[in-house]
């Protein structure tokens, strides 16, 4: 029997280093759902060029105090484990970096990532209901939390995770405020319209590594250079209760944090259920499924 094997419209990890045009919608949502998820043609305009969209205190204070109790919780409990991979700790410290899978194994956050008010704008962007893709707290420590080089999310998913096309969106949820001095996130405008080629073969168990500091899967300086020189950066900065969702293949990253203000996000990717993972398109077995949800 003839096995199907799904064209690779994103070939990386190779020899090439280079840009592809987008091959797909940037959003996919109808009138009716934009109104449904409070969504204007104002913003939803924005998020088609630029690739992103914040939301500012989206969260109520009752909701906010009680995701920051629990996030404070959550970090206290793995600050004990050992052993535990769903935990990533900065490189050569004990210091929590991530928690992953929180929709499952924590029920005020999997509360959180269904409730509709984020719900409806995931699935408004993505035109169609949508599964978690990843979940994880990213926690950054004041003075010492490590940041994220450049990278596009898609690339890695794409690669390692089989993510067949750009059809899933990021959503950071702020549980402190994110200033010019803790580290926030950083972003490039309009680079979502082009997919970065990333050079290297992808080592078997990359995530062990990359989830502390990645080498594989981020794009070249050259290519940085060029994609920042066409369309410059921005960096998102707002209190907490704000929200952010931005698009999968948007390049982005975060410097360390050399400030005494911790900075503590909640981050949850919703995938349309119209774009199921497959195997790898590097090659590599599937990451593990706290990382990247095949059974749900």
């Not at 990278?151 to 998913?157: G, I, P």
């Not at 995530?207 to 940085?224: A, C, F, N, R």
């Not at 950066?233 to 209760?241: D, V």
Request: aromatic share 12%; hydrophobic share 30%.
């Amino acid at each position: 029997m003839k096995v199907e094997v799904a064209q690779d419209l994103y070939p990386s990890r190779g020899d090439k280093s280079g840009f592809i045009k987008r091959k797909e919608p940037i959003i996919y949502g109808t009138l009716e759902q934009f109104k449904n998820a409070q969504l204007d043609n104002k913003e939803v305009t924005f998020y088609k060029k630029n690739g992103y969209l914040i939301i500012k205190n989206l969260l109520s204070f009752h909701e906010l105090n009680n995701l920051k109790n629990e996030a404070k919780k959550l970090k206290k409990n793995y600050l004990e484990e050992s052993e535990n991979p769903e935990l990533i700790r900065e490189i050569d410290s004990k210091i929590v970096r991530s928690v992953f899978n929180i929709h499952k194994t924590n029920e005020i956050f999997k509360k959180l990532c269904y409730s509709r008010k984020i719900l409806n704008i995931a699935e408004a962007l993505l035109g169609s209901p949508t599964y978690i893709h990843q979940s994880r707290m990213n926690c950054k420590d004041r003075f010492d939390g490590k940041g994220f080089y450049w990278h596009s999310d898609f690339e890695t998913w794409h690669s390692e995770d089989g993510m067949p096309n750009m059809r899933a969106v990021s959503c950071s949820i702020l549980l402190t405020d994110n200033n010019e001095f803790n580290g926030p996130l950083l972003l490039v405008p309009g680079s979502h319209k082009y997919f970065i080629q990333c050079p290297g073969k992808t080592p078997e168990a990359h995530y062990k590594h990359s989830l502390k500091k990645q080498e594989y899967g981020v794009p070249t300086k050259d290519s940085i250079t060029k994609i920042i020189k066409k369309h410059g950066i921005t960096s998102f900065k707002a209190k907490a209760g704000s929200v952010i969702f931005f698009d999968c293949n948007i390049i982005h990253g975060s410097s360390d944090n050399l400030s005494p203000f911790p900075r503590y996000n909640l981050f949850f990717v919703y995938n349309s259920i119209y774009n199921k993972l497959i195997s790898p398109y590097a090659g590599t077995k599937p990451r593990p499924e706290f990382i990247a949800s095949r059974e749900h």
